[in-house]
């Protein structure tokens, strides 16, 4: 007798930039080896973040991420610039970890996709 295994869709592979339909479809998935973190500051964080997201800001991302993360932890990360979520995946690469994806647009694009927020 043969057994039929269904083959089952899985989310694509985590690439270094993503956008945010990426992030959106491994959360939809269930997946829960991931962080999202927002290294805005907590003023900003506070009004408004993607769900799920921890504020871990810029000036103090490494030491939080080290206190709280695993270095093969699957990480997204986003700022308010691109710039800003480029300079926190550098920051976090260089502190050895090694599954970082900058969220392209950010929390604009989450929230243009309508995706869910938080915040007051």
Do not use: C
Not at 43 to 58: E, K, Q, R, V, W
């Amino acid at each position: 007798m043969t057994k039929f295994f269904p083959l089952i869709p899985t989310p694509g592979a985590m690439q270094s930039k993503a956008n945010v339909a990426a992030l959106k479809e491994r959360l939809d998935w269930g997946e829960p080896a991931l962080t999202i973190i927002d290294v805005s500051d907590l003023d900003t964080f506070n009004a408004s973040h993607i769900m799920g997201a921890i504020a871990m800001p810029l000036g103090e991302l490494v030491s939080r991420a080290r206190a709280a993360l695993e270095t093969n932890r699957d990480i997204y990360v986003y700022g308010q610039t691109a710039e800003q979520t480029a300079a926190a995946a550098s920051q976090l690469r260089a502190a050895g970890y090694q599954n970082i994806a900058e969220l392209m647009g950010g929390l604009a694009a989450w929230k243009g996709s309508e995706y869910p927020i938080e915040g007051l």
